[in-house]
T-cell receptor
Framework: SQKIEQNSEALNIQEGKTATLTCNYT??????LQWYRQDPGRGPVFLLL?????KEKRKERLKVTFDTTLKQSLFHITASQPADSATYLC????????????FGKGTMLLVSP | NAGVMQNPRHLVRRRGQEARLRCSPV?????VYWYRQLPEEGLKFMVY????????ESGMPKERFSAEFPKEGPSILRIQQVVRGDSAAYFC???????????????FGPGTRLTVL
């Protein structure tokens, strides 16, 4: 069955540094991967989507890579700020178009001033 | 633009009662997904609906759970005879009519936190 894994340990970094979060998938080839941010008591908020034929996607301070050989996506936040502290979720879908998402458990990011 | 709306935000039920969770998708979105998030667990897909149709209910427990998305009105997730293990956050997401790769994103509501006593 489809499996998405994210590092369950919280990531603690200093303000201004680059945060890098990892998402690994097994047993399938996703059509795309998505990254969401979730704050306590809130619903996930979409950040970025990267397709299987794309190597890298950027949006402001965010960057996502997709390595189909390593079966891995990396999510980077450059010049991190305390306001970036949240749980970041990786999600994938087998197919493009209407398709259900398989989520990882998320990685909590804590950015210290 | 109003996002996905869910109500109630918090729901407390005693064992054996029924829980009804409502979801109004983003205006113009015709596809609704329900997910459940247990404490310390990731979001798990439950059911995917279009107007008046269930497209995929492979993540839905076989008993006590049902979902609908009528022609008019919100989508409803119904849990009959709730048990303590049903306590979780239930999230609804919606997506627009598919117009190519750019519309694969799902937009999530704030969730309903169900507590079963």
């Amino acid at each position: 069955s489809q499996k998405i894994e994210q590092n369950s340990e919280a990531l603690n970094i200093q303000e201004g540094k680059t945060a890098t979060l990892t998402c690994n998938y097994t047993n399938y080839s996703p059509a795309y991967l998505q990254w969401y941010r979730q704050d306590p008591g809130r619903g996930p908020v979409f950040l970025l989507l990267i397709r299987e034929n794309e190597k890298e996607k950027r949006k402001e301070r965010l960057k996502v890579t997709f390595d189909t050989t390593l079966k891995q996506s990396l999510f980077h936040i450059t010049a991190s700020q305390p306001a970036d502290s949240a749980t970041y979720l990786c999600a994938s879908s087998k197919d493009s178009g209407y398709s259900t998402l398989t989520f990882g458990k998320g990685t909590m990011l804590l950015v210290s001033p | 633009n109003a996002g996905v709306m869910q109500n109630p935000r918090h729901l407390v039920r005693r064992r054996g009662q029924e829980a009804r969770l409502r979801c109004s998708p983003v205006k113009g979105h015709s596809h609704v997904y329900w997910y459940r998030q247990l404490p310390e667990e990731g979001l798990k897909f439950m059911v995917y609906l279009q107007k008046e149709n269930i497209i995929d209910e492979s993540g839905m427990p076989k008993e006590r759970f049902s979902a609908e998305f009528p022609k008019e009105g919100p989508s409803i997730l119904r849990i009959q005879q709730v048990v303590r293990g049903d306590s979780a956050a239930y999230f609804c997401a919606s997506s627009p009519p598919w117009q190519g790769a750019s519309t694969d994103t799902q937009y999530f509501g704030p969730g309903t936190r169900l507590t079963v006593l």
